[in-house]
């Protein structure tokens, strides 16, 4: 995978290219970029498995399908794996998070619009592209191999077309590609070509970042252009030790190093958390840093208990539980703290994912007298259906995600500001069931993974204002990193907002609120 991002190589103070070592690289005739020597009926016939896979994983996020879940199934089933594996995903994420810059230098390469290319062929070049301007590939390699790709998967009539885009792409670097297309005018513009967001994302960050007190008037640029910067950097292999079934001794005794951001967490940096046994077996997962510091603060908030709840084990419930990774890490989380947890979901096939998840903690409740269930139902009807049964609740709120891009990037352009109406209406929702299921003195965690103000401060401004049986707490306090001491978070709380490009997590909204008695 590429180490230098849609940017490419460093360049010194003079101009020079430098390899990821720092070396001096010389510069490349025809704008940086080495011609072909072959004539296209030389060249590669059909394509390379890696490429391949990578356009077959492209058109099924065109039909619906989410990379980060169709890739491992594609590589899988064709046995591709170590460095193929990391190239063909390279190209999978690149071409999907960066076809917002590719796609103008395309229409100008090939001096037409868009839509005047079929979407098939469309994806052949963006793959292309990112392989021209955003890997390491030679460039006669890039050309030749995506030609190849073309006349296997689009015809042969298509192929002579993608040469000549390849071509005339392969002309110019990135950076006179960005002066070529990025528009002068306001920054949110130039970012959403150059970094390749819709430009409504681009100004919701903005907002977002005054808004959670992340920057200032004078420092929001700077701010923004590391933030959407981010976005398109591959996002780390965290692993989460599920307490009582893992450590993270065992983790790093597996090859990971321990996180230095949650105490429960590990950093893979290379090779298959599938090869690592405890994650195989379910005793640890795959999780973002940032959800284990969510999971966490819920379970460290003291709870008053009075009268003859005091006398029975705390009842815990994630209100949104699919597909089951907080609920994993809560699990671990209530049975050393001798508690019952719930997780409900709403979808009977997420149920199932929960179910799977949880088997692990399942099976130790059993043995330690503790329950951990899973059931199907509404979110919205909980709190009238068991109101006041529980002492912790979490609600991990279905969201856009827009602080998830870095791990699912397609979702920058499948979601539209539309989409906030209607999610709105539903975080509101749950959180006000959430707090009718909450016992006096109990405690509630609304998240979501988007810094969206409409999303975070506005849900829980909006609810808060409406009740008087409920109160605010400084979530800063309970947002504690692996060596104990609190994590720091810009703003002045007291919700919690990190962000990838500060924490190097995913941007993970958290609000602890109190049932008052």
Not at 199 to 209: F, N, P, S
Not at 355 to 373: C, D, F, H
């Amino acid at each position: 995978m590429s180490e230098q991002g849609p940017r490419g190589p460093r360049r010194d103070g003079d101009g020079g290219r430098r390899n990821a070592k720092g070396r001096q690289r010389p510069e490349r005739a025809h704008g940086g970029r080495e011609r072909s020597a072959q004539r296209p009926s030389e060249r590669n016939r059909g394509g390379d498995p890696q490429r391949l896979a990578a356009y077959t994983v492209l058109r099924a996020v065109a039909d619906g399908a989410y990379a980060n879940l169709e890739l491992p199934k594609v590589l899988r089933d064709r046995g591709i794996q170590g460095r193929d594996a990391a190239f063909t995903t390279e190209l999978v994420y690149g071409a999907v998070r960066m076809h917002g810059l590719y796609d103008p230098i395309i229409a100008v390469a090939a001096g037409r619009t868009l839509d005047k290319i079929d979407p098939n062929v469309l994806d052949t070049l963006r793959l292309g592209a990112h392989q021209l301007l955003g890997m390491r590939v030679p460039t006669h390699a890039a050309v030749d191999e995506t030609v190849g790709l073309a006349r296997k998967v689009n015809g042969a009539g298509a192929a002579g077309f993608v040469n000549a885009v390849m071509r005339r792409v392969s002309e110019r670097d990135l950076d006179a590609w960005l002066a070529e297309v990025v528009p002068s005018g306001e920054l949110s513009a130039q970012l959403a070509v150059e970094q390749s967001h819709p430009e409504w994302i681009v100004k919701a960050l903005r907002a977002a970042l005054l808004g959670h007190g992340a920057a200032t008037a004078a420092t929001v640029d700077a701010e923004l252009t590391a933030l959407v910067t981010s976005d398109n950097a591959p996002a780390k292999v965290s692993l989460v030790a599920r307490p009582g079934l893992a450590t993270v001794s065992e983790l790093v005794d597996a090859g990971a190093s321990a996180s230095p951001l949650s105490p429960v967490g590990a950093v893979l940096e290379g090779g298959d958390p599938g090869g690592i046994p405890a994650v195989r077996e379910g005793r640890a997962a795959v999780q973002d840093e940032g959800s284990q510091l969510v999971a966490l603060a819920l379970a460290a908030v003291p709870v008053a208990r009075t009268g003859a709840r005091s006398a029975n084990p705390e009842q815990w419930l994630d209100l949104c539980a699919g597909p089951g990774g907080k609920a994993g890490l809560l699990a671990g989380l209530a049975i050393e703290a001798g508690a019952d947890l719930t997780a409900n979901e709403v979808s009977e096939h997420r149920a199932d994912l929960v179910r799977q998840t949880l088997r692990p903690a399942i099976a130790r409740a059993r043995t330690e007298g503790r329950s951990v269930t899973v059931r199907t139902g509404d979110g919205r009807v909980v709190g009238e259906d068991d109101p006041g049964r529980y002492d912790r609740v979490l609600v991990d709120a279905p969201c856009t995600g827009l602080g998830a891009l870095r791990r699912r990037p397609e979702a920058r352009w499948r979601r539209t500001p539309a989409d906030l109406a209607d999610l709105g209406k539903l975080q509101r929702e749950l959180l006000a069931s959430a707090i009718d299921a909450t016992a006096d003195g109990g405690v509630i965690a609304y998240a979501t993974c988007s810094p969206h103000l409409a999303e975070t401060s506005f849900v829980v401004g909006d609810v808060t204002k409406r009740r008087t049986d409920v109160e605010l707490l400084d979530a800063r306090e309970f947002v504690r990193g692996a060596d104990g001491g609190q994590v720091v978070v810009p703003g002045t709380g007291p919700t919690v907002q990190l962000w990838p490009h500060v924490h190097g997590t995913d941007g993970m909204f958290l609000a602890l609120l109190r049932k008052k008695g």
